[in-house]
């Protein structure tokens, strides 16, 4: 949702506020590349760029302040 609260119903997506897991940028390049049970995939839908722009984002937003940017040479790496 646009307040990152995440939503229970139908499925479960976990809220990205404050969200201890976002500490690794790893993690969230990981599963936005790969995705992770009902969270699809968007690594053949976005650049190296993106998936950057998109983790940085919400690391340092949605009360997230983990300044430790991820680069596109990092989402290379992972891919
Ligand atoms: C590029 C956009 C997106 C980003 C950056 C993003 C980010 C994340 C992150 C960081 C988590 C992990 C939260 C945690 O472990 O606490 C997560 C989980 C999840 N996301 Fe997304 N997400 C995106 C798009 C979507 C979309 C479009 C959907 C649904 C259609 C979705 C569904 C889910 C679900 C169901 C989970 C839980 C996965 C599990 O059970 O392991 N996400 N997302």
Do not use: W
């Not at 939503?7 to 990205?16: E, F, I, N, R, T």
């Not at 390049?29 to 950057?52: E, I, N, T, W, Y």
């Amino acid at each position: 949702m646009s307040d990152g609260k995440g939503a229970v119903g139908a499925g479960h997506y976990p809220s990205l506020v404050r969200n201890e897991a976002l500490k690794s940028n790893g993690y969230a390049v990981s599963l936005v590349l790969r995705g992770h049970k009902a969270m699809p995939p968007f690594g053949r839908m976005l650049s190296d760029d993106q998936v950057a722009a998109v983790v940085n984002y919400i690391r340092t937003h949605f009360d997230n302040d983990y300044t430790d940017a991820v680069t596109a040479q990092d989402v290379k790496d992972a891919r």
